[in-house]
């Protein structure tokens, strides 16, 4: 099981602080995106088009 392989030091270790946590690049940072393979880029793009009219999403608390 995992937690007998990885203990809670060992997580921290192998873990990103929360602040320096980023699952995607900013829109900014071209080159991660490019890199992408171009049928993957596409459907990124068409899933955020499908949601340009969206509501936003409102945070309680």
Do not use: C
Not at 9 to 31: F, H
């Amino acid at each position: 099981m995992l937690t007998e392989r990885y203990n809670a030091e060992k997580v921290t270790r192998l873990l990103l602080p929360g602040s320096e946590w980023r699952p995607y690049p900013k829109a900014t940072q071209r080159s991660p995106w490019q890199q992408l393979p171009q049928a993957a880029r596409e459907r990124r793009i068409h899933a955020g088009e499908g949601r340009l009219d969206a509501e936003p999403f409102q945070l309680d608390g």
